[in-house]
């Protein structure tokens, strides 16, 4: 059974991750982000842990989402990896 910590915000993005995202990516935040790291309140949602650096996310329009936010371009410094998993 793994113990999952943190809720990261958009706020504490570039922080917790590495990457910068723009005020665009705050708009798909607002529609995707989901607070309960069940990811019980919305159809297609994710949710992003701290320790460990994970997203989790279930639904299509959600990883598409995370596909536009989380681009290459928009990493300023590497904080290691993060696993991404799709929750049914």
């Known amino acids: ?6 809720n990261v915000t958009f706020n504490k993005v ?3 991750t590495g990457y910068k995202l723009t ?3 705050k708009k798909l935040w607002d529609k995707y982000h989901s607070d309960k790291a069940d990811l019980s309140e919305k159809e ?3 949710h992003i842990f701290s320790m460990p650096l994970e997203i989790h996310f279930k639904g299509d329009e959600a990883k598409e989402a995370l596909l536009k936010m ?3 371009d928009k990493c300023v410094e590497a904080k290691g990896y993060f696993n ?4 049914e």
């Open 23 to 25: 005020e665009e990516d």
């Open 84 to 87: 991404v998993i799709r929750k």
């Open 14 to 16: 570039l922080e917790e």
């Open 1 to 6: 059974m793994n113990i999952y910590f943190g």
């Open 44 to 46: 297609s949602c994710f």
């Open 70 to 72: 989380f681009t290459p």
